[in-house]
């Protein structure tokens, strides 16, 4: 009998439940969850802090390329969560209010010299043709003043340099113009009948001179140094900021982001 009764109470609370979804009550989730998903790029120098809403929820963005996911609960009766980004300093970077309807809060957003943006997009793709744009970090000299950005093939046996494009008067931290070439080959090449490897180089000038930035600077330029690039046979497109990254006295750069 004792077994009996015990079933019967088991099969009376299924029905109930069943009942209660048939009617699509929130007969036992009366939480809603929603879901965020943060990217981008942070170009702050350090990691930047997400506060959700007053429930102290925080999570956080790297420094640099970052793609972040996290989840907040909705208490019942409550249907807007207020959403801050800030620096470690406090500094608010930008602030939303995310309705619970959304189901899934996406955003990507692009922060540097304390401004935020969507983020850029490279040039628009060019069959037979290599298009760059580029944003130069001088973290380490602080280099101050304006550049010159050459590309190149580099003749290496006889360590020539023929310059294939050049954008002038590129401001640190701020992205060039455009620069297209034509893609090359760097194999089974030759150089007034010798042969020899081509390397596909990015040379960085003080503005309006053939003299490398570095000089002056206590860094040493090689001939083979050069900025982040794309394969110099194919066809593409790509986008990068690139910071300096020296190996003792001779520069060399590291690259932040590509796009």
Same mark, same amino acid.
């Given at each position: ?13 299924? @029905?109930?439940? @069943? ?20 990217? /981008? ?12 809403? &007053? ?22 009766? +409550?249907?807007?969560?207020?959403? *801050?980004?800030?620096? +470690?300093? /406090? ?11 959304? /189901? ?12 935020? /943006?969507?983020? #850029? ?17 001088? &973290? ?24 294939? @494009? ?19 080959? &760097?194999?089974?090449? &030759? ?17 309006? *001179?053939?003299?490398?930035? *570095? ?12 900025? #982040? ?16 990254? #020296? ?13």
């Amino acid at each position: 009998m004792k077994t009996k009764h015990i079933g019967f109470i088991l099969l009376a609370a299924m @029905a109930i439940f @069943a009942a209660a979804c048939d009617k699509g009550d929130d007969f036992l989730y009366k939480e809603k969850m929603l879901s965020f998903a943060l990217s /981008g790029y942070n170009g702050s120098g350090q990691d930047l802090e997400v506060q959700i809403d &007053t429930l102290q929820k925080k999570f956080y963005l790297s420094n640099g390329k970052f793609n972040a996911n996290a989840a907040y609960t909705f208490p019942e009766g +409550k249907s807007t969560v207020h959403m *801050t980004v800030r620096e +470690k300093s /406090g500094k608010v970077v930008l602030e939303k209010d995310v309705k619970k309807e959304e /189901g899934t809060f996406k955003l990507n957003f692009f922060y540097l010299n304390g401004q935020v /943006g969507d983020m #850029p997009a490279p040039p628009p793709f060019e069959e037979g043709k290599i298009k760059l744009k580029y944003m130069w970090m001088p &973290t380490q000299t602080k280099y101050t003043g304006p550049v010159d950005i050459a590309v190149g093939k580099l003749y290496f046996l006889p360590k020539v340099f023929e310059e294939l @494009a050049r954008v002038k008067n590129v401001k640190p931290g701020e992205f060039c113009e455009t620069i297209s070439i034509d893609p090359f080959p &760097t194999a089974g090449q &030759t150089y007034n009948g010798q042969p020899t490897p081509v390397l596909f180089v990015i040379y960085i000038y003080k503005a309006g *001179t053939n003299e490398f930035y *570095t000089n002056g600077t206590g860094y040493d330029w090689s001939i083979t140094t050069t900025a #982040p690039k794309p394969a110099a046979n194919v066809a593409s497109t790509r986008m990068f900021i690139f910071s300096e990254n #020296p190996a003792g006295s001779l520069m060399a750069f590291v690259k932040n982001l590509e796009i």
